[in-house]
Every structure is written in structure tokens, then in C-alpha cells.
């Protein structure tokens, strides 16, 4: 078995020192400097021959300046300058001073069962407890809990917003209603207006 393989290795070696000799080749001299008279060579301006440039600039479109602008002529009938030119028909604006549809509410919409279900489903927690009937109050406790926090944040967000257009008043007042309508005293007095 290793006779083959030395065979194929000597083989190799004897070929390998031929084929370098092969592609040898003569050193070539190094290109001779050229003879200047003293004076360094030009610096090129362009990175292409003038020939090319002037081939572009032929082939480049003419530079022609936008026309200045009309002035403008004061009193200008609008009703003859605002027509569309593309057939869209415009109509005149109106400004609605009728109050908004009221937003209706979860609790607004289902009865007192049909939010304890929507309690259990979303408090799914409560359900795999044994005798998970029992826990249809609670869960209806933990909705109206998660209501309340929901509507604190909102006027929070109200009474900053008031703060950062500049009208503290108005921040001041939503922040005190906030606190009268959402603290809880527990029976011990009347919340404060701080």
C-alpha cells in the first residue's frame, strides 16, 4: 500500500523542480528614469484627458436659469384663480359647531353580568381557582379598579398637556378636580384641594 504512494510523491517531486525551472524567466531591467530639465512636471487638473472632458461637457444638457418670479398683484380674485385645472371639483369649508357624538364606554354598553364576564375573561386568573364563581365579584372589582387608574392617567395627561401650551390655570384646576373625583379618603374627611 505505500508503495504506490511514495511512487506518486517521488514522481511529484521530480516534476515540481522543472516546472519552477520552467517559469522562469529573465529579470527585467527597471524602467530608466526619465531625463527632465529641472523643472517638475506639470500637476494635472482633471483626472480625464481634456478630449474626454470636452466630449462630456458637448453631451451635457444647456443651463438655463428658472424665469424670475412674477409679482404678485394684491386683490387678485381668487374665485377665478383657484379653479382646478385637473376637473376635481372643490367645495367651500365649512366649520362644524355642532357638539361630537359621544364615545360610548364598555360599561356604558353591557349590563352589570355581561361586565363580569369581561372581567373573567380578562382576569383569567381568577377563573382556575375551585369555586371560581365566587370570583365573578372580584374580578368586576379588579375592572372597575383598572377603569379608574385608566381615567387618572388620562387627566394627568390633560393637565400636562394645559402645563406645556402655557395655561397653569387651567393645569392647576384639572389636577385639583383629579384629585377630588378619584382620592379615596375612606370615611375620614374631605380630600384636599393640594
Known sequence: MKTPALVSL????????????????????PPAEPV??????PKRQRAISGDVAAALAASMPKYNPPPKPKPEEEN????????????IIRL?????????PEVFRERDLHTQSELMD?????YAGLSYVPLSGMNRGVALLMYQEDERKKNISDLKEDAQDARRSGDTAEAD????QTNRAFSRDGGFGAPTDK
Open 76 to 87: 387678485v380674485d381668487l374665485r377665478d384663480e383657484d379653479k382646478p385645472r385637473n376637473g
Open 36 to 41: 527632465t530639465s529641472g523643472q517638475p512636471a
Open 173 to 176: 384646576y384639572i389636577k385639583r
Open 10 to 29: 517521488f514522481a511529484a517531486l521530480a516534476v515540481v523542480p522543472g516546472a519552477s525551472l520552467l517559469a522562469q524567466s529573465p529579470v527585467a531591467a
Open 118 to 122: 369581561i372581567a373573567m375573561q380578562r
Open 92 to 100: 367651500p369649508k365649512y366649520v362644524v359647531q355642532q357638539k361630537k
